[in-house]
């Protein structure tokens, strides 16, 4: 069983930065993927990155590629996501999640942990 928990959401202006991090409890940490997704109010919780176990392979969004950086410490059982040049379109709640493949990490059915979500607002 892994536990999840985000931190590090707010309100920041178009343009600027922000970093999300994401705390897992156990010892296994190290075993799991771990993406982040997004999700609007009404709309499907979609894509945003992932990170394979040893940080050594990141995957992007095509939104997103070129302005956030996923990372993880697993001496520190965390994953962040550092969030540049943001967009109003990038206001979302933010989940990060744990799974055990790599394969077809894009897809939110590949991750069998979930974080509660923060919100993330970009003003314009």
């Known amino acids: 069983q892994v536990q999840l928990v985000e931190s590090g959401g707010g309100l920041v202006q178009a343009g600027g930065s922000l970093r999300v991090s994401c705390a897992a409890s156990?010892?296994?940490?190290?075993?799991?993927?771990m993406g982040w997704f997004r999700q609007d109010p009404g709309k499907e919780r979609e894509f945003v990155a992932a990170?394979?176990?040893?940080?050594?392979?990141?995957y992007y969004a095509d939104s997103v590629k070129g302005r956030f950086t996923i990372s993880r410490d697993n001496a520190k059982n965390t994953v962040y996501l550092q969030m540049n040049s943001l967009k109003p379109e990038d206001t979302a709640v933010y989940y990060c999640?744990?799974?055990?493949?790599?394969?077809?990490?894009?897809?939110?059915?590949?991750?069998?942990?979930w974080g509660q979500g923060t919100q993330v607002t970009v003003s314009s």
């Open positions: 156990g010892r296994t940490f190290s075993y799991y993927v």
């Open positions: 990170i394979s176990w040893s940080g050594g392979s990141t």
């Open positions: 999640a744990a799974g055990r493949t790599i394969v077809a990490v894009t897809q939110k059915e590949r991750y069998d942990y």
